[in-house]
T-cell receptor, first 111, second 112 residues
Framework: TQLLEQSPQFLSIQEGENLTVYCNSS?????LQWYRQEPGEGPVLLVT?????EVKKLKRLTFQFGDARKDSSLHITAAQPGDTGLYLC???????????FGTGTRLKVLA | GAGVSQSPSNKVTEKGKDVELRCDPI?????LYWYRQSLGQGLEFLIYFQGNSAPDKSGLPSDRFSAERTGGSVSTLTIQRTQQEDSAVYLC??????????FGPGTRLTVL
């Protein structure tokens, strides 16, 4: 069974601080996605990474896919209250539409 | 254009009753997914449709859960004889490509 563990589970920080969220598995994934979900809404896709070692940047967010394609990280620079939400990673297998979602990291950025 | 819509947004039911949850995907999206999310946790995969076929039903928790999709569009998730542990947010997503799912706002189900 493929599992994706995220850490930390909860994170509360002050505006302007940096943070990193981790997504780990013992399984290899063909692709890895990161989503942000706000209360009362569905998750919204932030990025998809497909190559081991790949790094993608989205404004203040930096996403990295591990060399072995078993793990990923999300780094936020100078966090803002608007970054508050539930961050979810999701791993996809080759030749399939199915994604396995991680356990989630709930981030709260205080003004 | 319109996104994925789900109805109802909230459903409160009594234990033992049947419920139907509806998902209207983005027009033209061939793939449709159902997930369950308990109290702000990660998403639990339930079922995946490609067109009207469900090649992967592996996530359905029990035979009380069923889903269908008609005309390659609307999907209905049915839960029979609901139990309190069925209480959760049920999310639907649709996709036209392998790497992009668009989620609806979810249906919050509360079983009393």
């Amino acid at each position: 069974t493929q599992l994706l563990e995220q850490s930390p589970q909860f994170l509360s920080i002050q505006e302007g601080e940096n943070l990193t969220v981790y997504c780990n598995s013992s399984s290899v994934f063909s692709s890895l996605q990161w989503y942000r979900q706000e209360p009362g809404e569905g998750p919204v896709l932030l990025v998809t990474v497909v190559t081991g070692g790949e790094v993608k940047k989205l404004k203040r967010l930096t996403f990295q896919f591990g060399d072995a394609r078993k793990d990923s990280s999300l780094h936020i620079t100078a966090a803002q209250p608007g970054d508050t939400g539930l961050y979810l990673c999701a791993g996809g297998g080759s030749g399939t539409y199915k994604y396995i979602f991680g356990t989630g990291t709930r981030l709260k950025v205080l003004a | 254009g319109a996104g994925v819509s789900q109805s109802p947004s909230n459903k409160v039911t009594e234990k033992g009753k049947d419920v139907e949850l509806r998902c209207d995907p983005i027009s033209g999206h061939t793939a449709l997914y159902w997930y369950r999310q308990s109290l702000g946790q990660g998403l639990e995969f339930l079922i995946y449709f490609q067109g009207n076929s469900a090649p992967d039903k592996s996530g359905l928790p029990s035979d009380r859960f069923s889903a269908e999709r008609t005309g390659g569009s609307v999907s209905t998730l049915t839960i029979q004889r609901t139990q309190q542990e069925d209480s959760a947010v049920y999310l639907c997503a649709s996709s036209s490509t392998w790497n992009t799912q668009y989620f609806g706002p979810g249906t919050r189900l509360t079983v009393l």
